[in-house]
């Protein structure tokens, strides 16, 4: 008899508590697991929130599945990175969901770039002249904490005009991830002091954002162009370059080829470090700030090592 009552009253709490958020959950769909993360900062657990790219795949080059397009059909809001990042695949994905609230223009669209600071943003006419996959600008800006900032206040002031009733709640949780991030800018700072300045190489374009936050120089580029795989006469003047400029380290996306970076290293005795681009990208970079922590930690672990030698 006396377990009756307690059965009953946790029922009623639990069918309560599940009523209430069934009321407010938004159908949020981002097309990166960096977006998604930020997002969830945010909207806690007001919304549902997933990505459509992994955070190990190319965000250039992601297979657009039929899934995708159910996804799209029940999201209230897509959260995309912008400038021309996904052209590649989802306008496609976007027109089939023939979802309104999603299209480009609607409420349900955010573009994360719009207050964001935008690096190598070409002069004169835009051109895909070979392959460049970077027509309008540097699409990696997520990679900036404070560009993360940014990026959160856009989606807090969007959420907060589809969802009212949840403004003053947004705005806590914003506030509460803006005190952490700024916190963890002072740790990640005082990391990466002592390598100002020191000379980098990276497979693809992805890390202008990161490196000017932290004072390194990107010096080249194992892709000729953004989309271009490696060619021969290229890796010499890399090798070349690297050697003038005393530069030791090359950083590769996980979802690249290793071979041709390796055999760089191995020519100007440096190292080849595979950071995570994306939230995701390793299974230790699971919110926003862990991917800085790992990164940060990993290249900074990685140049002290070569100044020992
Ligand atoms: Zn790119």
Redesign the pocket.
């Known amino acids: 008899m006396k377990f009756i009552p307690i059965a009953y009253a946790l029922g009623i709490v639990v069918a309560a508590s599940a009523a209430a958020s069934a009321q407010v959950k938004a159908n949020v769909v981002t097309t990166t697991e960096d977006l998604a993360a930020i997002g969830h900062e945010i909207g806690g657990d007001r919304i549902v929130i997933e990505s459509i790219a992994k955070g190990y795949q190319d965000?250039?080059f992601v297979e657009a599945k039929p899934s995708f397009i159910l996804k799209l059909q029940k999201a209230d809001l897509l959260i995309v990175i912008g400038r021309e990042?996904e052209i590649g695949w989802l306008p496609p994905l976007i027109n089939n969901s023939r979802n309104a609230r999603v299209q480009p223009g609607s409420s349900g669209y955010l573009d994360a770039s719009t207050n964001v600071r935008i690096l190598e943003i070409p002069t004169g006419q835009l051109t895909r002249a070979m392959g460049d996959?970077?027509p309008s600008g540097?699409?990696?800006y997520w990679l900036a904490p404070d560009n993360g900032r940014q990026i959160a206040q856009a989606i807090r002031d969007r959420l907060s005009e589809l969802i009212p009733a949840s403004k003053a709640y947004f705005a806590q949780r914003y506030s509460d991830f803006d005190a952490r991030l700024g916190e963890a800018e002072k740790r990640w700072a005082a990391t990466m002091a002592p390598y100002k300045g020191t000379k980098v190489v990276t497979y693809?374009?992805?890390w202008p954002n990161f490196m000017e936050s932290f004072g390194l120089d990107v010096i080249g580029y194992v892709e000729p162009k953004?989309?271009v795989p490696p060619s021969p006469t290229h890796t010499l003047e890399l090798i070349a370059d690297m050697k003038r400029l005393g530069s030791k380290v090359i950083v590769v996306e996980p979802y690249f080829d290793l071979k041709t970076a390796q055999a760089v290293a191995t020519q100007v005795g440096g190292k080849v470090l595979v950071l995570a681009p994306s939230v995701g990208g390793v299974k230790e970079a699971a919110d926003y700030l862990q991917l800085f922590d790992y990164n940060i930690n990993l290249l900074a672990s990685t140049l002290k090592s070569l100044a020992g030698k």
Do not use: A, D, E, M
């Open positions: 965000p250039h990042l996959v970077h540097n699409p990696h693809h374009r992805s953004p989309g």
